[in-house]
C-alpha cells in the first residue's frame, strides 16, 4: 500500500494491481515503448541529464573551475548578496561566490548517484524480502510483514535528523565507519524508509502469482523452493518491479532534496540541487537573485518529470493492453 | 572615613565617565552603519514586534534565566537595586542607583560591606500591589542559593556573598545580607569583590515577591509564568491572577511561551522614582512567528514597529541601505561580542603554535564578513576582546596576523607554516596525516553555513583538510571536552556586564576547564593530571600554554576603582593570548541589528542586553492593549 | 472479525513501543544533543548541571526513564493524562502543547485532504474517459509537474507570488477560526492548496490509471455489450473497482500528514506537529520528540487498520488473515 515517506512524497501504490499476462514480449514491449512520445521525449531528457552529470568534471576542466571555488567578484562587496549570470558564471554566482552553473552540473551527480544507489538498495531489500514473505508464507511472511508495518510507522524526519545527528559527532560516523555525513548517510537514510513499499508490491504480486497454475506445476515436478522463486517467479515479477522502481527513483530524488533543504542532506561540498534550493531561500535570497533558485529548479523539475515519464511509458508498455 | 568612600565614589563616577566618553555612542566601529538614536518622544502607543521562538534557557525565571534577549525583557520588568540608562555604547554601560536611592558610599572602605538604601514607596504591580522592602531583595538571593531552582549564573553571588553556596534546599534566609528595616540592605562578603555593583545588575537580584514565588521554588522555570513586574511595565493579565493559594495560580495570560508576551504599563509604577527610564510607550506586544523573513516585511509593510531578536537577512538589508528614505531605519550597535574560530591545542595538528598562527595569516577573513552579510553586521576582528567592551582601546590597529584587505596572506602562512613539525619537506603547505580529514564542528544556520566554505577554502591553502558538521546542537558537540573537537566555527562569546574580566577566565583559565559546558575551547592551562580526569589524550610531551598567572593578577585591580588600569592589564592579556597562545582565529566583533518602521520615532539601543531598548523608544502608532 | 481488530490492536501497541523504544535508543542512548549542556547556560556550577539532568529525569538509566515514561503514558503524571511531561524549552506541559498544535495539524490535513479528492479524482476520471485528448494531456502534463515540484519551492513561490507581489492574501501564520473565521480561511487557503495539488496531481494520475484499467476489464465490455449506457458503466461499475485501492492510500495519506507535514507548516508559520517536530529535534526538546513520535506512529498504524478494514468491507474479495 502506498506510504506517503514525508507528505510531499507520495509513494506511487499497485502500479500494476491488476495480473500480468505471462511473460511479455520483449519487441512488443519496445515498439510500444517507442511510440509513446511522451515517454521518448523523457528519456532523451534523462540521457542528456546523465551525460552532463558524467561530464560535469570535464566542464569544470574547460572553465578552469570546480563547484567549490570561490570568486569573491561574484558577490557584492557590501552586503555579501550574489551577482546574476553573465559572459564568465553563465547560471550566476551563489550566496557564497560559486558558479551555479558547475554546480548544477555537479548537482545531477548527486541527485542521480543518491536516487539511484538508494533505490537500487531500497528495491533489492524489498524484493528479497517481499519475496521471501509473499512465497514461504507462514511465520517469514508475518516477521516481514510487521517489518515493513514498523518501518512505515517511523517519524521519516525525526529519525533521519536524529540519525544524521548521532553520526556526525565522531570522526568514523556510524556502523564503523559504514554510515558517514554525506552519502552514505543521505542513501543509507533513504533506502531504510523506502524499501517497505517495494516489499509490499512485491509481496503483494508475488501473493497472486502463486496460486497460478506454472507455478503448481514447477511444485508438483519437484522444484525446490528457491528455483522456483528465482526461475518462475522473479521472471514475471520484472514488470511491475521495473515500473515501480522507476517512479520510486523521481520520488527519491525529491526525498534526497527535501532533506538537504532540511540540512540532513549531503555536506556543502557536494553540490545538491535540494540544498541549492535551500540556499536560494533561505533569507528569500530568491526574491534578489532568481538564477539560484530558477536552474537548480528546473533541472530538478526535469530530472523528476522525465523519470516519470519513462516510468509511465514503461508501465503503459508493460502493462495490459487498454484500448 | 567618609570623605575617603565619597573620594572613592568619585574616583568610580570618573573612571566610569571616561569609559562612557572613551566608548562613546553606538557607532564605533569604522564601517559599520552608524545607529541613529534619539529622535522624538512622545507618550503612548504599543511596540508590536516579533520573533521566531522566544528561546529562553530557563523558562523566564529571572532567577535563573540567561538568554541576553530576556535581560532585555527584564529591563521593562523590573528594576534592581543597580541598573542602566537601557541606551546605546559606553553610556548605557554606566550604572545608577535605581531601587538604591545613591550608589555613594554603598561600600565599606574595605570592601566588604555593602550597605543600601532603598527608595520608599516602590511597588510591586498587581496583583501583589505592595510596596518593595529589603526583604523582597534579599528574597530573590534565597531562590539563587536554592538548587533545585538552578541559577545560571549563581556562582557570581556563590563566591561573593557570605552564607551563600547555592546548595539550600529551600528558600531560608541568607547569613550573609541583613534586612535591619524595609529600607536597609545590607551584603556582607567573603573577600573583596570590585565588580560586586556590577553582580548586582544582573536580573536575578531584582525583588521577588515571596508570596507567589514561593509556590515555584522545587523546578526550574517554574516562576518564569508568574513573574511579578518590579518595574514600568508588567505582564498583561498579571492583574488578573489569582494569589490566594498555590493552587489557585494559573499562569499569567500575557505570557504565553509558545505564541506571545504582551507587556503593559505597571498601574502601581511611579515615575518619579526613575530617572533611568523614559516609558513611553504603552505597551510591548511580542508574537511568535517562525517565519524570520514575514517577521521584517511586516516590518517593511508597517504592521509590525520593528524586529526583536534576529538579524535581518541580506535581501532586507539591501532594501534599507538602497533607499535613502528607508536607511535611517536600520539599525546598527555593538553587539559586544566576538566570533572565532577555536582551535583545541590537545588535538594535532593544533598542539603546535605554527599551525595555529598559519591559520591565522591564512584565513580570508574579508569573505567570511561578506558571508555574514557585510560590514552592518560587524568589524572584522583582530584579536580577542571587543573595542567596545575595552573602550576602544585597541582596535585593528593592532593585528599580528596582517594581509591586504583582511583577505588572508598564504605566502606568510606558508612561511609560518614552514617551521611547523608537520610540514615535513618545508613548502609551506601540511603533509602530515594528522592535518587530514579534522572534524569542524558548525552551526546549521546562515550566516555561519555561508562562512563555512570561505573557512574551509583557506584552510585548505596551507594543507589543513577539514571535514565540516553542521549541526544543529553544536554546543553540546563542542563543550563537551571528551569529544576532543579539533577545530569549530560556531563559537562565540559575549559580555555578561561591562567588564573586560568576562572576556578572562571563563575562556582562557585552566581551573575553567570543565567536562560539559566548558567554554575554554582551546583548552589553555591543561594540566597532565586534568587531562587524565577529563579522560582525554593529548599529545606525548606536550605542554600547554598558561595565561592563568595573568588572569589572575588582572582580576585582582579593582572594576570601580582602577578601571583604566584593569582595562589595559586585560588588553595587554588579549596580545599575548593572540601573539603566543594563539588558540583562536577571531574574524567578527559582531553588530545587533534591528530594522524599525517610521511609526518609531525614537529608537534606543540597550547596550547592556544587546537588543532594543523597550524602556526608551517611542512609537506614533495609535495602538493599544488590553490591560 | 472482531478477533481479528482486537490482534491488530494488540499488534499496533507492539508498534508504537518499539518505535518509541528506538526514538529512545536514537535520541537518549547515543544522544546527538545533550539537555543539560544546551539549558544550562554559560558557565554553570556541576551542580547546576546535575541538577537540571535530575529534574529533567536524565540521571537515570535509559531503560529506567523508557519505562518511567510508559507509565507515566499510561497513568497520567503531574500535568494530566497522558502523562507526557514538560517541554524543556518551554518549561510547559507537553500534553498542552500537544493539544494546541494537533487541531492546526488536522485542520491542514483536512481542508487539503478534501480540495484534492475533489480535484484529483473527477479530473483523473475525466481524463480517463476523455482519453488523449486535450483535456487528458493538458491535466496530465500539470498533474506531472505537481508530482514533480519539490513542495518547498511550491510553497515558497505560491507565498511570493499571492502576498509578497499581489498582496491578494494575508501573509504566513494562523488565526484560530473561533476568533475571526474569515482571516482563518484567508490564512489557510494558501498551504491547504499547496498541499493539495501535490497529492491531487498524485490521486488524478492514479484515479485515471486505475481507471483504464478497470475499464480494459472483460466484465466492462460485458457490461457494454449488455446495453447499458456509458455513464452506468463508467460510474457504477468502473469507479468502485478503480477508487477502492484508492481509498487505502487515501486513508494512510492522511495519517502521515500527521506530523508528516513539515515543510508545509515551517513555510506558512503554522504551529502544528510537523512543525513542531523539526523544531523539537533541533532544539533538543527529548519529551516532545517522544511525543511527535507517539502521535505519528499511533495515527499510521490505527489508519493502516482503519483502512484495511474498510477495504475488505469494499472488496469483497479480500479475506482477513
Same mark, same amino acid.
Given at each position: 500500500?502506498?506510504?506517503?515517506?514525508?507528505?510531499?512524497?507520495?509513494?506511487?501504490?499497485?502500479?500494476?494491481?491488476?495480473?500480468?499476462?505471462?511473460?511479455?514480449?520483449?519487441?512488443?514491449?519496445?515498439?510500444?515503448?517507442?511510440?509513446?512520445?511522451? *515517454?521518448?521525449?523523457?528519456? $532523451?531528457?534523462?540521457? %542528456?541529464?546523465?551525460? /552532463? !552529470?558524467?561530464?560535469?568534471? @570535464? #566542464? &569544470?576542466?574547460?572553465?578552469?573551475?570546480?563547484?567549490?571555488?570561490?570568486?569573491?567578484?561574484?558577490?557584492?562587496?557590501?552586503?555579501?548578496?550574489?551577482?546574476?549570470?553573465?559572459?564568465?558564471?553563465?547560471?550566476?554566482?551563489?550566496?557564497?561566490?560559486?558558479?551555479?552553473?558547475?554546480?548544477?552540473?555537479?548537482?545531477?551527480?548527486?541527485?542521480?548517484?543518491?536516487?539511484?544507489?538508494?533505490?537500487?538498495?531500497?528495491?533489492?531489500?524489498?524484493?528479497?524480502?517481499?519475496?521471501?514473505?509473499?512465497?514461504?508464507?507462514? *511465520?517469514?511472511?508475518?516477521? $516481514?510483514?510487521?517489518? %515493513?508495518?514498523?518501518? /512505515? !510507522?517511523?517519524?521519516?524526519? @525525526? #529519525? &533521519?535528523?536524529?540519525?544524521?545527528?548521532?553520526?556526525?559527532?565522531?570522526?568514523?560516523?556510524?556502523?564503523?565507519?559504514?554510515?558517514?555525513?554525506?552519502?552514505?548517510?543521505?542513501?543509507?537514510?533513504?533506502?531504510?524508509?523506502?524499501?517497505?513499499?517495494?516489499?509490499?508490491?512485491?509481496?503483494?504480486?508475488?501473493?497472486?502469482?502463486?496460486?497460478?497454475?506454472?507455478?503448481?506445476?514447477?511444485?508438483?515436478?519437484?522444484?525446490?523452493?528457491?528455483?522456483?522463486?528465482?526461475?518462475?517467479?522473479?521472471?514475471?515479477?520484472? *514488470?511491475?518491479?521495473?515500473?515501480?522502481?522507476?517512479?520510486?527513483?523521481?520520488?527519491?530524488?525529491?526525498?534526497?532534496?527535501?532533506?538537504?533543504?532540511?540540512?540532513?542532506?549531503?555536506?556543502?561540498?557536494?553540490?545538491?540541487?535540494?540544498?541549492?534550493?535551500?540556499?536560494?531561500?533561505?533569507?528569500?535570497?530568491?526574491?534578489?537573485?532568481?538564477?539560484?533558485?530558477?536552474?537548480?529548479?528546473?533541472?530538478?523539475?526535469?530530472?523528476?518529470?522525465?523519470?516519470?515519464?519513462?516510468?509511465?511509458?514503461?508501465?503503459?508498455?508493460?502493462?495490459?493492453?487498454?484500448? | 572615613?567618609?570623605?575617603?568612600?565619597?573620594?572613592?565614589?568619585?574616583?568610580?563616577?570618573?573612571?566610569?565617565?571616561?569609559?562612557?566618553?572613551?566608548?562613546?555612542?553606538?557607532?564605533?566601529?569604522?564601517?559599520?552603519?552608524?545607529?541613529?538614536?534619539?529622535?522624538?518622544?512622545?507618550?503612548?502607543?504599543?511596540?508590536?514586534?516579533?520573533?521566531?521562538?522566544?528561546?529562553?534557557?530557563?523558562?523566564?525565571?529571572?532567577?535563573?534565566?540567561?538568554?541576553?534577549?530576556?535581560?532585555?525583557?527584564?529591563?521593562?520588568?523590573?528594576?534592581?537595586?543597580?541598573?542602566?540608562?537601557?541606551?546605546?555604547?559606553?553610556?548605557?554601560?554606566?550604572?545608577?542607583?535605581?531601587?538604591?536611592?545613591?550608589?555613594?558610599?554603598?561600600?565599606?572602605?574595605?570592601?566588604?560591606?555593602?550597605?543600601?538604601?532603598?527608595?520608599?514607596?516602590?511597588?510591586?504591580?498587581?496583583?501583589?500591589?505592595?510596596?518593595?522592602?529589603?526583604?523582597?531583595?534579599?528574597?530573590?538571593?534565597?531562590?539563587?542559593?536554592?538548587?533545585?531552582?538552578?541559577?545560571?549564573?549563581?556562582?557570581?553571588?556563590?563566591?561573593?556573598?557570605?552564607?551563600?553556596?547555592?546548595?539550600?534546599?529551600?528558600?531560608?534566609?541568607?547569613?550573609?545580607?541583613?534586612?535591619?528595616?524595609?529600607?536597609?540592605?545590607?551584603?556582607?562578603?567573603?573577600?573583596?569583590?570590585?565588580?560586586?555593583?556590577?553582580?548586582?545588575?544582573?536580573?536575578?537580584?531584582?525583588?521577588?515577591?515571596?508570596?507567589?514565588?514561593?509556590?515555584?521554588?522545587?523546578?526550574?522555570?517554574?516562576?518564569?509564568?508568574?513573574?511579578?513586574?518590579?518595574?514600568?511595565?508588567?505582564?498583561?493579565?498579571?492583574?488578573?491572577?489569582?494569589?490566594?493559594?498555590?493552587?489557585?495560580?494559573?499562569?499569567?495570560?500575557?505570557?504565553?511561551?509558545?505564541?506571545?508576551?504582551?507587556?503593559?504599563?505597571?498601574?502601581?509604577?511611579?515615575?518619579?522614582?526613575?530617572?533611568?527610564?523614559?516609558?513611553?510607550?504603552?505597551?510591548?506586544?511580542?508574537?511568535?512567528?517562525?517565519?524570520?523573513?514575514?517577521?521584517?516585511?511586516?516590518?517593511?509593510?508597517?504592521?509590525?514597529?520593528?524586529?526583536?531578536?534576529?538579524?535581518?537577512?541580506?535581501?532586507?538589508?539591501?532594501?534599507?541601505?538602497?533607499?535613502?528614505?528607508?536607511?535611517?531605519?536600520?539599525?546598527?550597535?555593538?553587539?559586544?561580542?566576538?566570533?572565532?574560530?577555536?582551535?583545541?591545542?590537545?588535538?594535532?595538528?593544533?598542539?603546535?603554535?605554527?599551525?595555529?598562527?598559519?591559520?591565522?595569516?591564512?584565513?580570508?577573513?574579508?569573505?567570511?564578513?561578506?558571508?555574514?552579510?557585510?560590514?552592518?553586521?560587524?568589524?572584522?576582528?583582530?584579536?580577542?576582546?571587543?573595542?567596545?567592551?575595552?573602550?576602544?582601546?585597541?582596535?585593528?590597529?593592532?593585528?599580528?596576523?596582517?594581509?591586504?584587505?583582511?583577505?588572508?596572506?598564504?605566502?606568510?602562512?606558508?612561511?609560518?607554516?614552514?617551521?611547523?613539525?608537520?610540514?615535513?619537506?618545508?613548502?609551506?603547505?601540511?603533509?602530515?596525516?594528522?592535518?587530514?580529514?579534522?572534524?569542524?564542528?558548525?552551526?546549521?544556520?546562515?550566516?555561519?553555513?555561508?562562512?563555512?566554505?570561505?573557512?574551509?577554502?583557506?584552510?585548505?591553502?596551507?594543507?589543513?583538510?577539514?571535514?565540516?558538521?553542521?549541526?544543529?546542537?553544536?554546543?553540546?558537540?563542542?563543550?563537551?571536552?571528551?569529544?576532543?573537537?579539533?577545530?569549530?566555527?560556531?563559537?562565540?562569546?559575549?559580555?555578561?556586564?561591562?567588564?573586560?574580566?568576562?572576556?578572562?577566565?571563563?575562556?582562557?583559565?585552566?581551573?575553567?576547564?570543565?567536562?560539559?559546558?566548558?567554554?575554554?575551547?582551546?583548552?589553555?592551562?591543561?594540566?597532565?593530571?586534568?587531562?587524565?580526569?577529563?579522560?582525554?589524550?593529548?599529545?606525548?610531551?606536550?605542554?600547554?600554554?598558561?595565561?592563568?598567572?595573568?588572569?589572575?593578577?588582572?582580576?585582582?585591580?579593582?572594576?570601580?576603582?582602577?578601571?583604566?588600569?584593569?582595562?589595559?592589564?586585560?588588553?595587554?592579556?588579549?596580545?599575548?593570548?593572540?601573539?603566543?597562545?594563539?588558540?583562536?582565529?577571531?574574524?567578527?566583533?559582531?553588530?545587533?541589528?534591528?530594522?524599525?518602521?517610521?511609526?518609531?520615532?525614537?529608537?534606543?539601543?540597550?547596550?547592556?542586553?544587546?537588543?532594543?531598548?523597550?524602556?526608551?523608544?517611542?512609537?506614533?502608532?495609535?495602538?493599544?492593549?488590553?490591560? | 472479525?472482531?478477533?481479528?481488530?482486537?490482534?491488530?490492536?494488540?499488534?499496533?501497541?507492539?508498534?508504537?513501543?518499539?518505535?518509541?523504544?528506538?526514538?529512545?535508543?536514537?535520541?537518549?542512548?547515543?544522544?546527538?544533543?545533550?539537555?543539560?549542556?544546551?539549558?544550562?547556560?554559560?558557565?554553570?556550577?556541576?551542580?547546576?548541571?546535575?541538577?537540571?539532568?535530575?529534574?529533567?529525569?536524565?540521571?537515570?538509566?535509559?531503560?529506567?526513564?523508557?519505562?518511567?515514561?510508559?507509565?507515566?503514558?499510561?497513568?497520567?503524571?503531574?500535568?494530566?493524562?497522558?502523562?507526557?511531561?514538560?517541554?524543556?524549552?518551554?518549561?510547559?506541559?507537553?500534553?498542552?502543547?500537544?493539544?494546541?498544535?494537533?487541531?492546526?495539524?488536522?485542520?491542514?490535513?483536512?481542508?487539503?485532504?478534501?480540495?484534492?479528492?475533489?480535484?484529483?479524482?473527477?479530473?483523473?476520471?475525466?481524463?480517463?474517459?476523455?482519453?488523449?485528448?486535450?483535456?487528458?494531456?493538458?491535466?496530465?502534463?500539470?498533474?506531472?509537474?505537481?508530482?514533480?515540484?519539490?513542495?518547498?519551492?511550491?510553497?515558497?513561490?505560491?507565498?511570493?507570488?499571492?502576498?509578497?507581489?499581489?498582496?491578494?492574501?494575508?501573509?504566513?501564520?494562523?488565526?484560530?477560526?473561533?476568533?475571526?473565521?474569515?482571516?482563518?480561511?484567508?490564512?489557510?487557503?494558501?498551504?491547504?492548496?499547496?498541499?493539495?495539488?501535490?497529492?491531487?496531481?498524485?490521486?488524478?494520475?492514479?484515479?485515471?490509471?486505475?481507471?483504464?484499467?478497470?475499464?480494459?476489464?472483460?466484465?466492462?465490455?460485458?457490461?457494454?455489450?449488455?446495453?447499458?449506457?456509458?455513464?452506468?458503466?463508467?460510474?457504477?461499475?468502473?469507479?468502485?473497482?478503480?477508487?477502492?485501492?484508492?481509498?487505502?492510500?487515501?486513508?494512510?495519506?492522511?495519517?502521515?500528514?500527521?506530523?508528516?507535514?513539515?515543510?508545509?507548516?515551517?513555510?506558512?508559520?503554522?504551529?502544528?506537529?510537523?512543525?513542531?517536530?523539526?523544531?523539537?529535534?533541533?532544539?533538543?526538546?527529548?519529551?516532545?520528540?517522544?511525543?511527535?513520535?507517539?502521535?505519528?506512529?499511533?495515527?499510521?498504524?490505527?489508519?493502516?487498520?482503519?483502512?484495511?478494514?474498510?477495504?475488505?468491507?469494499?472488496?469483497?474479495?479480500?479475506?482477513?488473515?
Amino acid at each position: 500500500m502506498s506510504q506517503p515517506v514525508l507528505e510531499e512524497i507520495p509513494q506511487p501504490a499497485q502500479a500494476v494491481s491488476a495480473e500480468i499476462k505471462g511473460r511479455t514480449n520483449w519487441e512488443l514491449f519496445r515498439s510500444r515503448f517507442v511510440k509513446d512520445k511522451a *515517454a521518448m521525449t523523457g528519456a $532523451v531528457i534523462l540521457v %542528456v541529464l546523465v551525460l /552532463l !552529470a558524467l561530464t560535469a568534471p @570535464l #566542464f &569544470a576542466k574547460a572553465l578552469d573551475h570546480g563547484p567549490n571555488e570561490l570568486f569573491p567578484e561574484m558577490v557584492t562587496e557590501d552586503l555579501g548578496l550574489p551577482k546574476g549570470p553573465n559572459a564568465e558564471f553563465w547560471f550566476g554566482g551563489d550566496q557564497v561566490g560559486r558558479d551555479v552553473f558547475i554546480r548544477t552540473l555537479y548537482g545531477a551527480r548527486t541527485s542521480l548517484i543518491v536516487a539511484l544507489v538508494a533505490t537500487g538498495l531500497a528495491t533489492t531489500i524489498g524484493i528479497t524480502l517481499g519475496l521471501a514473505g509473499g512465497f514461504r508464507g507462514g *511465520a517469514v511472511d508475518t516477521i $516481514v510483514s510487521r517489518f %515493513v508495518d514498523i518501518v /512505515l !510507522a517511523m517519524p521519516v524526519i @525525526l #529519525f &533521519a535528523i536524529g540519525i544524521a545527528g548521532v553520526c556526525s559527532i565522531t570522526k568514523e560516523g556510524c556502523l564503523g565507519g559504514l554510515l558517514q555525513p554525506g552519502f552514505s548517510l543521505v542513501i543509507g537514510i533513504i533506502a531504510l524508509f523506502t524499501w517497505p513499499n517495494i516489499a509490499r508490491i512485491v509481496r503483494g504480486q508475488v501473493l497472486s502469482l502463486r496460486e497460478r497454475e506454472f507455478i503448481e506445476a514447477s511444485r508438483s515436478l519437484g522444484a525446490r523452493p528457491s528455483r522456483i522463486m528465482f526461475r518462475e517467479l522473479l521472471p514475471n515479477l520484472v *514488470a511491475p518491479i521495473v515500473v515501480y522502481t522507476t517512479l520510486m527513483i523521481p520520488n527519491n530524488i525529491l526525498f534526497e532534496a527535501a532533506l538537504s533543504y532540511l540540512g540532513v542532506g549531503v555536506p556543502q561540498s557536494t553540490p545538491s540541487w535540494g540544498r541549492m534550493l535551500a540556499d536560494a531561500t533561505a533569507g528569500s535570497l530568491f526574491t534578489f537573485a532568481w538564477w539560484m533558485m530558477l536552474f537548480p529548479g528546473i533541472f530538478l523539475i526535469l530530472a523528476v518529470v522525465s523519470f516519470n515519464l519513462v516510468g509511465d511509458g514503461l508501465r503503459d508498455a508493460l502493462g495490459p493492453s487498454e484500448r | 572615613m567618609g570623605r575617603r568612600r565619597t573620594l572613592r565614589m568619585v574616583g568610580l563616577a570618573l573612571a566610569v565617565a571616561m569609559v562612557a566618553a572613551a566608548c562613546g555612542g553606538g557607532d564605533n566601529n569604522k564601517g559599520a552603519t552608524a545607529t541613529t538614536t534619539g529622535g522624538t518622544a512622545q507618550k503612548g502607543g504599543v511596540y508590536r514586534t516579533a520573533m521566531s521562538s522566544f528561546g529562553f534557557t530557563q523558562g523566564f525565571d529571572p532567577t535563573a534565566e540567561y538568554l541576553g534577549l530576556a535581560f532585555d525583557l527584564y529591563g521593562a520588568l523590573t528594576r534592581n537595586l543597580v541598573s542602566y540608562k537601557h541606551v546605546a555604547g559606553g553610556a548605557g554601560n554606566t550604572l545608577y542607583p535605581d531601587l538604591a536611592q545613591s550608589l555613594d558610599g554603598v561600600a565599606s572602605s574595605d570592601g566588604l560591606t555593602y550597605t543600601f538604601k532603598l527608595k520608599p514607596n516602590v511597588k510591586f504591580g498587581p496583583p501583589v500591589n505592595r510596596a518593595i522592602t529589603s526583604k523582597d531583595v534579599e528574597y530573590a538571593f534565597e531562590r539563587l542559593n536554592i538548587a533545585t531552582l538552578g541559577a545560571g549564573y549563581g556562582t557570581y553571588y556563590y563566591e561573593s556573598i557570605k552564607g551563600m553556596d547555592g546548595k539550600a534546599k529551600e528558600a531560608k534566609p541568607i547569613s550573609g545580607i541583613e534586612t535591619p528595616d524595609d529600607q536597609t540592605i545590607v551584603f556582607h562578603l567573603k573577600q573583596k569583590t570590585s565588580d560586586f555593583l556590577y553582580r548586582l545588575s544582573m536580573a536575578a537580584t531584582a525583588p521577588i515577591p515571596s508570596e507567589v514565588a514561593k509556590c515555584f521554588n522545587s523546578k526550574i522555570g517554574g516562576y518564569g509564568r508568574y513573574v511579578i513586574s518590579s518595574g514600568p511595565y508588567m505582564l498583561q493579565g498579571s492583574d488578573k491572577l489569582d494569589i490566594s493559594s498555590c493552587g489557585a495560580m494559573k499562569p499569567i495570560s500575557g505570557y504565553d511561551p509558545t505564541k506571545k508576551m504582551v507587556m503593559v504599563r505597571n498601574p502601581n509604577y511611579d515615575q518619579s522614582t526613575d530617572d533611568l527610564r523614559g516609558n513611553y510607550v504603552d505597551g510591548i506586544d511580542i508574537q511568535v512567528d517562525s517565519n524570520v523573513d514575514d517577521i521584517f516585511n511586516k516590518v517593511l509593510q508597517g504592521t509590525l514597529d520593528g524586529s526583536l531578536y534576529e538579524p535581518p537577512p541580506a535581501t532586507i538589508v539591501r532594501q534599507y541601505v538602497t533607499d535613502p528614505s528607508k536607511k535611517q531605519y536600520l539599525h546598527s550597535n555593538s553587539g559586544d561580542r566576538t566570533w572565532f574560530i577555536f582551535m583545541n591545542l590537545s588535538t594535532p595538528p593544533f598542539d603546535d603554535i605554527h599551525v595555529r598562527k598559519a591559520a591565522n595569516f591564512v584565513m580570508n577573513k574579508a569573505g567570511i564578513l561578506r558571508a555574514w552579510g557585510g560590514t552592518t553586521f560587524g568589524q572584522i576582528a583582530t584579536h580577542v576582546m571587543p573595542p567596545s567592551v575595552i573602550n576602544d582601546t585597541l582596535g585593528q590597529d593592532f593585528d599580528p596576523y596582517k594581509s591586504a584587505n583582511f583577505a588572508g596572506d598564504e605566502a606568510k602562512a606558508k612561511d609560518e607554516m614552514k617551521q611547523s613539525k608537520y610540514d615535513s619537506n618545508k613548502d609551506g603547505v601540511c603533509d602530515a596525516s594528522a592535518c587530514k580529514g579534522l572534524i569542524m564542528v558548525n552551526r546549521n544556520t546562515p550566516p555561519w553555513t555561508n562562512a563555512e566554505p570561505v573557512v574551509v577554502d583557506s584552510l585548505g591553502k596551507i594543507g589543513i583538510q577539514v571535514k565540516p558538521r553542521e549541526l544543529a546542537d553544536h554546543y553540546t558537540a563542542v563543550q563537551t571536552v571528551k569529544n576532543q573537537i579539533p577545530i569549530g566555527l560556531d563559537a562565540g562569546w559575549g559580555k555578561d556586564y561591562a567588564d573586560p574580566g568576562t572576556f578572562g577566565a571563563p575562556l582562557f583559565g585552566g581551573p575553567n576547564i570543565v567536562p560539559t559546558n566548558n567554554s575554554n575551547y582551546g583548552l589553555i592551562g591543561l594540566t597532565p593530571e586534568k587531562a587524565k580526569d577529563l579522560g582525554i589524550k593529548v599529545p606525548a610531551g606536550m605542554t600547554f600554554p598558561s595565561v592563568d598567572a595573568d588572569i589572575a593578577n588582572c582580576n585582582k585591580i579593582s572594576v570601580e576603582e582602577q578601571a583604566e588600569q584593569r582595562t589595559s592589564c586585560f588588553v595587554d592579556l588579549d596580545k599575548k593570548i593572540m601573539t603566543d597562545v594563539v588558540p583562536w582565529v577571531p574574524f567578527l566583533w559582531a553588530q545587533n541589528v534591528t530594522t524599525t518602521a517610521p511609526s518609531v520615532t525614537k529608537y534606543e539601543f540597550d547596550q547592556f542586553s544587546g537588543y532594543i531598548s523597550l524602556t526608551q523608544i517611542a512609537v506614533n502608532n495609535k495602538e493599544t492593549v488590553s490591560s | 472479525m472482531w478477533r481479528y481488530v482486537v490482534r491488530r490492536l494488540l499488534w499496533v501497541v507492539v508498534v508504537v513501543l518499539i518505535i518509541t523504544a528506538l526514538t529512545f535508543l536514537i535520541f537518549f542512548v547515543m544522544p546527538p544533543t545533550d539537555p543539560a549542556t544546551t539549558f544550562a547556560g554559560k558557565q554553570p556550577t556541576p551542580e547546576l548541571i546535575a541538577e537540571i539532568k535530575h529534574q529533567f529525569g536524565l540521571d537515570k538509566p535509559v531503560y529506567v526513564q523508557y519505562a518511567l515514561w510508559l507509565k507515566h503514558l499510561v497513568l497520567g503524571d503531574e500535568y494530566g493524562w497522558p502523562g507526557l511531561g514538560f517541554s524543556y524549552v518551554t518549561r510547559t506541559p507537553v500534553r498542552s502543547l500537544l493539544l494546541d498544535r494537533l487541531p492546526i495539524t488536522i485542520q491542514l490535513a483536512v481542508g487539503a485532504a478534501l480540495i484534492w479528492l475533489c480535484i484529483g479524482i473527477p479530473i483523473g476520471v475525466i481524463s480517463a474517459v476523455k482519453r488523449r485528448s486535450a483535456v487528458d494531456r493538458l491535466s496530465m502534463g500539470a498533474a506531472l509537474f505537481f508530482v514533480s515540484a519539490p513542495v518547498f519551492w511550491l510553497g515558497l513561490m505560491a507565498l511570493w507570488i499571492f502576498w509578497y507581489k499581489l498582496h491578494l492574501l494575508p501573509g504566513t501564520g494562523y488565526v484560530s477560526w473561533t476568533d475571526n473565521f474569515g482571516s482563518w480561511l484567508s490564512h489557510m487557503i494558501l498551504p491547504w492548496i499547496v498541499l493539495a495539488l501535490l497529492y491531487a496531481a498524485f490521486y488524478a494520475r492514479m484515479a485515471r490509471g486505475n481507471l483504464l484499467e478497470t475499464l480494459g476489464q472483460d466484465y466492462i465490455r460485458t457490461a457494454r455489450v449488455k446495453g447499458l449506457p456509458e455513464s452506468t458503466v463508467i460510474l457504477k461499475h468502473g469507479l468502485r473497482a478503480s477508487l477502492t485501492p484508492l481509498v487505502t492510500m487515501f486513508g494512510l495519506d492522511l495519517a502521515g500528514l500527521i506530523g508528516g507535514a513539515v515543510i508545509t507548516e515551517t513555510v506558512f508559520n503554522l504551529q502544528g506537529v510537523g512543525q513542531w517536530t523539526v523544531q523539537s529535534v533541533f532544539s533538543g526538546d527529548l519529551p516532545a520528540i517522544l511525543a511527535v513520535t507517539i502521535v505519528t506512529a499511533l495515527a499510521i498504524t490505527l489508519m493502516n487498520l482503519v483502512v484495511d478494514i474498510v477495504y475488505a468491507y469494499l472488496d469483497p474479495r479480500v479475506r482477513y488473515a
